[in-house]
């Protein structure tokens, strides 16, 4: 079992930045991680994914240029940089693993992939 706990988020003005943490209680390394955000009312999207090395992201459109994905694989914990956030980036923040034969970064962010782990999710709120 593997448990992600994320961690980074709150208020913030539109223009802010925030960096979001998923922390595992196990190897990350064996785990493909992505971000995923839900808004109330909306479907869950696929934020950004990166594969186990660090290598290979995959990013939604709509957070291309702000958004940066990195990974610390021996701190076991994936990040999420938000910068210039707009009030449309306002949602729950989950982290998810899927074991890396399974799946690729870009896969996983399409949502064609079963997910082996979420964590419990850390809210987002960008208003002034």
């Known amino acids: 079992q593997l448990q992600l706990v994320e961690s980074g988020g709150g208020l913030v003005q539109p223009g802010g930045s925030l960096r979001l943490s998923c922390t595992a209680s196990g190897l990350l390394l064996e785990y493909v991680i992505g971000w995923f955000r839900q808004a109330p009312g909306k479907e869950r999207e696929g934020v950004s994914c990166i594969g186990t090395s660090g290598g290979s992201t995959n990013s939604a459109d709509s957070v291309k240029g702000r958004f940066t994905i990195s990974r610390d694989n021996a701190k076991n914990t994936v990040y999420l940089q938000m910068n210039n956030l707009k009030p449309e980036d306002t949602a729950t923040y989950y982290c998810?693993?899927?074991?890396?034969?399974?799946?690729?970064?870009?896969?996983?962010?399409?949502?064609?992939?079963?997910?082996?782990?979420w964590g419990q999710g850390t809210q987002v709120t960008v208003s002034s």
């Open positions: 998810t693993a899927v074991l890396r034969y399974k799946t690729t970064a870009q896969a996983m962010c399409a949502g064609k992939v079963d997910y082996d782990y």
